[in-house]
């Protein structure tokens, strides 16, 4: 049998395939891979002694659902404020996101000049902070009259695709920093408000729900990119 680190990698492609019907780059080699699932998988062949998946193409599935998720992110920001943007009052969008007490860096520069450890770090924090807000989020638009079905269907994609993205990003951290140890994530506490009776309430809570949403999205895919690049290749 294969380790057991290596059997939870192959365990987190397989299950990536299965939850991103749209990765369509990956689908054919991740299906030949899944195929292969009881026994050594193909590329464990004839190797002798421990075998692992090659980090490249760790870090190429994680940026790509990290990509994806980012973009549909950014969708569901365009698809909400025309939907109901113009009902929200200007002093309603300032917006202070729960994950605002994560210390991230300001630019993509100065990302660049942080070290591996503080951007796994960052980018698990970032992905578990987020587990609960979207939980709800798809329940209450599930449950809300009048739901645009594109919306519900672009956040149910990022609820799975985001749990999916912060095991393989944990594999790959255990790969680089075995023994490391993650900062607690912050707490989400808008729970009342995306649940009120109120209706302009809901949609503030919607609104800030989704700007933050993307803006946390953009920096996962930015940090990873950066790690991906820094310790395989930037060219896939």
Same mark, same amino acid.
Request: charged fraction near 20%; aromatic fraction near 6%; include cysteine.
């Given at each position: 049998?294969?380790?057991?680190?290596?059997?939870?990698?192959?365990?987190?492609t397989?299950n990536?395939?299965?939850?991103s019907?749209?990765?369509?780059?990956?689908v054919?080699s991740?299906? /030949?891979?899944c195929?292969? $699932?009881?026994?050594?998988?193909?590329?464990c062949?004839?190797?002798?002694?421990?075998?692992?998946i090659?980090l $490249?193409?760790l870090?190429?599935r994680?940026t790509?659902?990290?990509n994806?998720?980012?973009?549909?992110?950014?969708?569901?920001?365009?698809?909400f404020?025309e939907?109901?943007?113009q009902?929200?009052?200007s002093?309603?969008?300032?917006?202070n996101?729960?994950?605002?007490? /994560?210390?991230?860096p300001?630019?993509?520069?100065?990302?660049?000049?942080?070290?591996?450890k503080i951007?796994?770090k960052?980018? /698990?924090?970032?992905?578990h902070?987020?587990?609960?807000?979207?939980h709800?989020?798809v329940?209450?638009l599930?449950?809300?009259?009048g739901?645009?079905?594109?919306?519900?269907?672009?956040? $149910?994609e990022i609820?799975?695709?985001?749990?999916?993205?912060?095991?393989?990003?944990e594999?790959?951290?255990?790969?680089?920093h075995?023994?490391?140890?993650?900062?607690?994530?912050?707490v989400w506490s808008?729970?009342s408000?995306?649940?009120? $009776?109120?209706?302009?309430?809901?949609?503030?809570?919607?609104?800030?729900?989704?700007?933050?949403?993307?803006?946390?999205?953009?920096? /996962?895919?930015?940090?990873?990119?950066?790690?991906?690049?820094?310790?395989?290749?930037?060219?896939?």
């Open positions: 049998m294969a380790p057991a680190s290596s059997h939870r990698e192959h365990q987190w397989c990536l395939v299965r939850g019907r749209l990765l369509l780059l990956l054919v991740n299906l /030949i891979l195929q292969g $699932q009881a026994q050594h998988p193909p590329y062949r004839n190797q002798p002694g421990k075998c692992q090659p $490249q193409s870090f190429d994680a790509t659902v990290a994806y998720n980012s973009k549909l992110a950014g969708e569901m920001v365009n698809r404020d939907q109901y943007g009902g929200i009052n002093e309603s969008k300032v917006i996101c729960h994950t605002s007490s /994560i210390t991230t300001n630019s993509k520069a100065e990302a660049i000049n942080t070290e591996d951007l796994f960052l980018v /698990i924090s970032l992905l902070s987020w587990d609960e807000p979207l709800h989020a329940t209450e599930a449950n809300s009259k739901t645009s079905p594109a919306l519900l269907t672009k956040a $149910q609820k799975e695709k985001a749990k999916v993205l912060v095991d393989g990003v594999v790959i951290q255990k790969r680089i075995p023994g490391e140890k993650n900062e607690p994530y912050p808008e729970q408000s995306l649940t009120s $009776q109120d209706e302009n309430v809901r949609r503030v809570a919607f609104y800030r729900l989704f700007h933050c949403l993307h803006r946390d999205s953009s920096k /996962i895919y930015t940090y990873l990119r950066i790690l991906k690049c820094r310790l395989t290749s930037c060219e896939t």
